[in-house]
C-alpha cells in the first residue's frame, strides 16, 4: 500500500523556518523567549465579559457570511482615522484572523502561473499562501540601509513590474518597520504604473510609536486596488479568538466572500462579539498596551546601543531587527538560547534579507526583558 | 506625555525602578531623570515611595479596616480642621474626605480588632465633630495600588511564533 499522495503544492512548501528552533526553545526549562509573536496581554476584559455575556445569552448561531452587519460598522468607524471610507455592506469581510483574509485573496485573485511580489523580510505565511493558491512568488529584498522600507528601486530591482500583485505589511513583521506617506506614495505610484493589486497587512497599525500610521490604500488612486487587512490579534491581544477583517474593492471583496462563504461560512460568533466591544470602548486598553510597548521598544534599543549592537530605529509592532553580533545569525541565536536561555528568532526565517539580523520581540513583561538584556551582554563578553 | 507626567506614571507601576532603566524606558538622559524626580519631590507631588504588601502571605496580618465617618460642621470647625486632628493618629493609613452618604472615609490599621475598635471608640468617636463612625474590616484583599494579589496568569503562550 502506497497511502494517501500529499499533493505537490503542499510538498513544495518546508516546514516553517523556525519550526526547529522553535522545538530547541520548548524542550529547555526557565527560556526567556523574545521569540513570540503575539501579545503577552489578554485581551481587555471588557471585550472579554462581551465574550461570555454573548455565549450566556445563547448567541452561538452562524452570521452573516461577511460577519455581523454591527462589527462591520464599528470596523467603518474605526478606520476612519486612517483617513479610510469603507462600506459596511459590500466593501468590508470579517474573517477568521487576518491570516484568512490573506489566503481567500490569494485564492480570490490568483490564478496559476500569476506572480505575487512579497516584500522581504517578511511574515512567514504569505510565501505559503502564493503557493497553495498555485502563484508564483516572487520575493522582494528591502534592504537594511533603507531601514526595511519598501522602495520603487527594489520593486524594480526584483523585477516586480511584471508581477500582478504585491504584498507588503507596515508596520512590519519582522522588523519593526513603518513608513509615511510619502515613503508609501512612492511605492503607490510604482503599483499604478505598473498595474499591480496591493495587498496590504496593516495588522499592527494600533502598535504605531512614531507618528501616525498610514494606509498604503489612502494615498490617491489606490483604494481601488488594494485589499487592506487588519484584525484584532495584536492590538487587542486577541490573537486566539481568531479574528480579523479585510478591506477592499467590493468586486474583490466579493469574489473572497465567496471562497469564505464556502470553506469558513462565517467568522466564528463568539469572538465577533468582543470585538464589536473592543471597537466600542477599549481604546484605553489599546493605549495603555501601546504605551508599554512602546516603553520595552526604547529600552530594549537603549540597551543594544549600550552593548554596542546596531539597530535602526524600528518604530512600529513589537519587533526590533538589530544586526547579529556574528556573520552567522542561526548560529548567534542557537548558542544565546543553549548557553544563556534568552530566545531569539534568527532573521533568515522571515526572508534572504533578514539574514544577517535577529528578531527580538518585546511583547515580554520589562522584568523579563531587563533579564534577558543582561544576559544577552553576559553573552557578548 | 511630558517627562513629569512620564515619570509619576512610570513610578506609580514600580517606584523601584532604577534612574538608568528610567532613562531607557523614556529615552531620556539620567541627569534629566533625577532632575526631574527631585523637582517632583520638593513639589511635594512625590511624598513617598511604599511597599505592597499582600498581608495573606506575610508571617503575620494586622487588622485593618475601612471608617466611615459622619461629622457636624459648626462655624468654627470646617473639615480641614477635623481631618487634622485625626491625620494625626498613627492607624489611620488614609483619610479622604468624600461624597455620598457620609463625609470622610479612613483606612485604620493596628494589631488586633480590639485594638481597631479602641482605636475607633476611644480615639476617633469623642472628636466633639464626629456624630457617627461604621467600621468594615478588611477581610480578604484582592487587589492594592493596581497590582492584583493572585498567582498571576500563566504566560501560556507559545515559546516561538512567527
Redesign the interface.
Known sequence: MTGPSIAERVRQVPP?G?RR??EL??EMDD?I?L????P?F?APSRAREAAIASIEQGRTSYTANRGKRELREAISDHIEKWELTYDPADEILVTAGASEALDLTFRALVDPGDVVAIAQPS???YVPGVVFAGGTVLPVQTRAEDEFVLTPEVLEEAGAADADLLVLCYPN?PTGATMTHEELARVAAFAREHDLTVLSDEIYADLTYVGEHTSIASVEGMKERTVVYNGFSKAYAMTGLRLGYALGPSEVIDAMNRVHQYTMLSAPTTPQYAAIEALRSCDDSVERMR?QYD??R??V???FSEMGIDCFEATGAFYVFPECPWNDADAFAEALLEEQKV?M?PGS?FGESGSGHLRVSYATG?DDL?TAMDRLEQFLQ | MDARAELL??LRENARYSVS?L?????RDESEIEETIAALEQAGVLRGYQAVVDWSQAESEPVRATVELNVALDRETGYDDIAERIVEFDEVRSLRLVSGDFDFALDVEADSMGAVSRFISEQVAPVPAVTQTVTHYVMESYKENGIEFDDG?D?D??????
Do not use: C, M, Q, W
Request: cysteine-free; charged content about 30%; glycine content about 4%.
Open positions: 516553517s523556525i528552533f522553535f526553545a520548548e527560556v523567549s521569540g513570540v509573536g503575539e503577552d489578554t511574515y512567514v505565511s513583521n504605551t516603553r520595552r526604547k529600552f534599543l537603549s540597551r530566545a528568532v526565517a520589562l531587563r | 506614571d512610570l532603566d532613562a531607557r524606558l523614556t529615552d496568569h504566560d503562550r507559545l515559546s516561538v511564533t512567527p
